[in-house]
Nanobody, 115 residues
Framework: QVQLVESGGGLVQPGGSLRLSCVASGILITTYAMGWYRQTPGKQRELVAF???????NYADSVKGRFTISRDNAKNTVYLQMNSLKPEDTAVYYC?????????WGQGTQVTVSS
């Protein structure tokens, strides 16, 4: 049984920081490309950051220079370090594991950036 569990969301002021975690079970993240996506009500889910098995990373233009995706294979965990947060970063953030044939989603964690 595959499960991705996100944590680390919360309420922060603009300019603040959060670190999201995604702990995987049932799969080894070393064999998957891992991504963070976000979604607000009534809007399409969008890619935020992606890290491939080779450790090559991709970022949405809106978060480049502010967010960093990383992996800790020993902990089977993917992180998203979010700095200089803006109100427009407010969303539910989802972790996704993408394999050659199968993909899996986490349940999401809420991030709210507001003063």
């Amino acid at each position: 049984q595959v499960q991705l569990v996100e944590s680390g969301g919360g309420l922060v002021q603009p300019g603040g920081s959060l670190r999201l975690s995604c702990v995987a079970s049932g799969i080894l993240i070393t064999t998957y490309a891992m991504g963070w996506y976000r979604q607000t009500p009534g809007k399409q889910r969008e890619l935020v950051a992606f890290i491939f098995s080779s450790d090559i990373t991709n970022y949405a233009d809106s978060v480049k220079g502010r967010f960093t995706i990383s992996r800790d294979n020993a902990k089977n965990t993917v992180y998203l370090q979010m700095n200089s947060l803006k109100p427009e970063d407010t969303a539910v953030y989802y972790c996704k594991a993408s394999g050659a044939a199968l993909g899996y989603w986490g349940q999401g964690t809420q991030v709210t950036v507001s003063s």
